[in-house]
């Protein structure tokens, strides 16, 4: 697969907030918020399918990047476009999460990255 760079002027990321750094009341405002939007896996599973469709660009950027932890990206995508969490908070509430339920994220994040995989033409192609 070749890596694809962008100006992170143009990632829909960027624009959406994702990199904002909350603090205080608001930070665990997102963090329970986020906590709860996650552990509902298929509202998750759909908010990361919205990703792939409406942030082309970014996902460009780190679905071709083997070497960066792409699942761990497209949830915070996933909460960044649904519920304007960034991606600081997302993180936090991760390990508010059951074991079960981080494993039911990764398994859908990994049935969508191979998606936009094959809608793009890099299944199979390899590292």
Not at 47 to 72: D, H, Y
Request: proline share 3%; net charge neutral.
């Amino acid at each position: 697969m070749k890596r694809i760079y962008r100006n992170y002027r143009e990632w829909e990321e960027t624009r959406a907030g994702l990199w904002n750094r909350p603090v205080g009341i608001e930070r665990d405002t997102h963090i329970e918020k986020c906590s709860v939007f996650m552990s509902d896996t298929m509202l998750f599973e759909r908010a990361m399918f919205r990703v792939i469709l409406e942030w082309p660009i970014s996902c460009e950027v780190n679905f071709t990047s083997k070497g960066s932890n792409r699942q761990a990206w497209l949830g915070h995508a996933a909460c960044c476009i649904e519920i304007g969490c960034p991606e600081e908070p997302t993180r936090a509430a991760w390990w508010k999460l059951t074991q079960e339920q981080r494993d039911l994220a990764d398994a859908s994040a990994a049935k969508v990255i191979k998606v936009w995989e094959q809608e793009n033409g890099y299944l199979g192609l390899g590292a």
